[in-house]
């Protein structure tokens, strides 16, 4: 019903930038918060950034907080990620997460219902 497409990813060189988009197709939600996590070889998916349905309040993990900035475009159906400063640490697959059910979420997994495939991100240095 409700697909989700990451894009943008690459490599990039540390303290360069990228940026990520989430395009949504599909049925749609009057309230749905949108978020992005990230998951490296060997470790758990992370949360990253969370955005709500309006777009006036997010959230970021402390270790991306001061250089990415989540936002949406709903006329679009698009979300998107803005990473800049990047770090070797930055380095995994991020996904895109949407939820059905409420139009603010926070950090939790299970505040989301659908996912994307994954865009992989790889800084370098």
């Known amino acids: 019903q409700v697909q989700l497409v990451e894009s943008g990813g690459g490599l990039v060189q540390a303290g360069g930038s990228v940026r990520l988009s989430c395009a949504a197709s599909g049925r749609t939600f009057r309230s749905s918060a949108m978020g992005w996590f990230r998951q490296a070889p060997g470790k758990e998916r992370e949360f990253v950034a969370t955005?709500?349905?309006?777009?006036?309040?997010?959230h970021y993990a402390d270790s991306v907080k001061g250089r990415f900035t989540i936002s949406r475009e709903n006329a679009k159906n698009t979300m998107y990620l803005q990473m800049n400063s990047l770090k070797s640490e930055d380095t995994a697959v991020y996904y895109c997460?949407?939820?059905?059910?409420?139009?603010?979420?926070?950090?939790?997994?299970?505040?989301?219902?659908?996912w994307g495939q994954g865009t992989q991100v790889t800084v370098s240095s």
């Open positions: 997460a949407a939820s059905s059910t409420t139009s603010v979420a926070g950090p939790g997994r299970y505040e989301y219902d659908y």
């Open positions: 955005i709500s349905w309006s777009g006036g309040t997010t």
